[in-house]
């Protein structure tokens, strides 16, 4: 276990190696540096900044120098925790990232625990229930949350909020807080704003997990040992949670590998209908405003968080189905 | 429950007909068993047909549009959608609707539209309308539905600048559903050809290929879009950002692709006919493209079909952030751009009625890709 540990955790260098390189290219894709668009928006208000004065800023920047090794320079940066500075707001962007990331993520979490509760239980009830008009009915609803784009629930979830409760849900904290110091209250705060972009991402979510808790217990309850363990007269449902739930739940876990990158995405998303203060409005600026450390640290860690996110998916299957873990001792 | 089982259950075993059944069916290609298998799963046609008819839609939307998609109306400005009504004062009527009457309040300067119920005025179909060229080329003004000349229909109301919701959204249908085939195309190609490289010789190029695949995968799709959308240069010309968005969109879907292709190659290549076909002397290119690929199309037909709604729903999603495709291009998404707020929304909720043709063509598709999954593996039970 400790050794398949360790390489998964080797495996992940080059990964992130590679990733690095490929958003270094994305955000050197568009035409024209950060400067560029500093000046245009310059010329826009009036203003111009004479020649002298552009070239010290490039050279500030470090844009003068050549591509490989502007990446080089910024590779060597974020291995020392240095993400380089933000452009357009001046400030070094370790200080603008790490909150908004954790915000993220903390969404991403809340909402997967909540698909998983929600999803799971519905699953095995369709399963059990198969064809019966509750199967259909879960089923419907699985598929039309299933095409129903999210920012679109954000619209009307805001839309009666505002008509009904009078208040708009946007934003994660309420104004007082906004830039207040983290502390208990806070925290609480956070909670009684964060329910509306995880009801919003689970919808999604959970219709896509009940359809393959439902497909995975429907296949395992045809299994000849279901058959067995009724036979010798265990009751239905430790039957049903002790064997076939168990097994049918372990490519679950491995759904933990792609969940997160989708509730990341779909989280950028809904958070710039719902203006929250997590990684997607800022990230767009960034992109739009050609401020390419912050946006390239923002699609860098994002990237690094999917990977991660598979290594504990990865560890966790092995943990949990057995059958797994032995094949890789036999290997 | 294949076409096999209900034959056997429908007819007594003692009739001369059930073992003939029987026999077409032991009989059948396979193509044959996935279309009986297909057509048990109503669902699954139905949603083939509102597919087949969507597709129309786009086709011919010209000609089903009552108006054409930029003409503008200030009499009409975000005028609410008429309803067709069968009854006026009180007696049955061939379908017509009244006519919208503008008030413009002199203080707040708000519109409001009154149904003018003196004049109904009845549905025509192949009426003489704003004229429009046919596929951009033949002129024509017939349309299928419409009022008497002078007229405008709005059956899903107006936009700010008066122009029917209906049309736009018709003639929208045809980038937002041709945007998802064209994305999967070059998913397939890419997916085909990388795949099959990559299942066939195994060995270094097959690690080196599955590495690259999972450093994609891992990248999460939605800011990995918004990056590449914001590359796009302000200045180019609406066909160059169509064709960039399906690159952009079909540049994740091919991994997908190409991890189906990779397997299933990986399976069949070790079969007797494979080798068979080695022995005889057939190039691999063609071993590949004639002997492997024909063994696994109808699970390329199914990832395909489910691959489809995703990339609608995509465009959809960008176009909406104003990050995909822009107007004067018309797409449901960009269509969407105008119902971005609380504000819009309260007042003039028809301008969401993009999204349903969104949700029901991503629901349709779900459902043929269903139906289609199931008939892929005539074989099983």
Known sequence: MITFIIRRLLIMIPTLLCISIITFCIIQLPPGDYLTTYMANLAQT?????????ESLRVQYGLDKALHVQYLKWLWGILHGDFGQSFSQNKPVSELIWERLALTVTISLITLVCTWIIAIPIGIYSATHQYKLSDYVFTF???????????????????????????????LFSDEFISAPWSLDKIVDLLKHIWVPVVILSVAGTAGLVRMVRANLLDQLEMPYVVTARAKGLTEIRLLLKYPVRVAINPIVSTLGWMLPQLVSGSVIV??????????????????????FLAGSFIMMLSALTVIGTLISDILLAWVDPRIRFERQQS | MSAAADGKQGRSPFSSEAPQADEKLYLA?????????????????????????????????????????????????????QRIRLFHEGRLRRPFIYPLEQHIDDETLARTYTNDTSRPLPIRL????????????????????????????????????????FSRILYGSRISL???????????????????????????????IQRFIEVLRSFPTIPLWLALSAAMPATWSQLEVYFCMTVI???????????????????????????????????????????????????????????IPGMVMAETSLSFLRLGLRSPTISWGVLLQDAQNIRAVNLYPWLLLPVVFVIVTVLMFNFLGDGLRDAADPYSH
Not at chain 1, 271 to 292: H, I, K, S, Y
């Open chain 1, 46 to 54: 009036g203003e111009s900044a004479s020649q002298t004065e552009i």
């Open chain 1, 141 to 171: 609803l699985g598929f039309i949350g299933m095409s129903t784009p999210g920012f679109l629930l954000a619209l009307l979830l805001m839309t009666l909020s505002y008509n009904y409760l009078g208040t708009t849900p946007g934003g």
């Open chain 1, 271 to 292: 958070a710039m209908v719902l203006n929250l203060p997590t990684t997607g409005p800022l990230l767009l600026r960034a992109l739009m405003e050609q401020d390419m």
């Open chain 2, 29 to 81: 290609s396979q193509w044959k068993l996935m279309r009986l298998k297909f057509r048990d799963h109503k669902l699954a046609v139905f949603a083939l047909y509102v597919v087949i008819a969507l597709y129309c839609m786009t086709v011919l939307c010209e000609f089903l549009a009552p108006s054409t998609p930029n003409t503008r109306d200030a009499k009409h400005s975000f005028a609410k959608p």
């Open chain 2, 126 to 165: 192949f009426v003489q309308g704003a004229p429009y060229r046919m596929w951009g080329l033949i002129p024509m003004k017939r349309h299928l539905i419409g009022l008497d000349e002078g007229e405008r229909l709005y059956l899903m109301g107006a936009d700010r600048l008066g122009r029917d919701l």
């Open chain 2, 178 to 208: 041709s945007i998802g085939l064209v994305g999967v195309g070059i998913s397939l190609i890419l997916g085909v050809i990388v795949g099959g490289i990559s299942g066939y010789y195994g060995g270094l190029i097959d690690n080196l």
């Open chain 2, 249 to 307: 969109l079909a540049l994740i879907g091919w991994t997908g692709l190409a991890r189906v292709v990779r397997g299933k190659i990986l399976a069949l290549r070790e079969e007797d006919y494979a080798m068979a076909a080695r022995v005889a002397g057939v190039t691999e290119f063609s071993i590949i493209m004639r002997h492997l690929i024909p063994g696994f199309v109808s699970h390329l037909i199914v990832t395909i079909t489910l691959a």
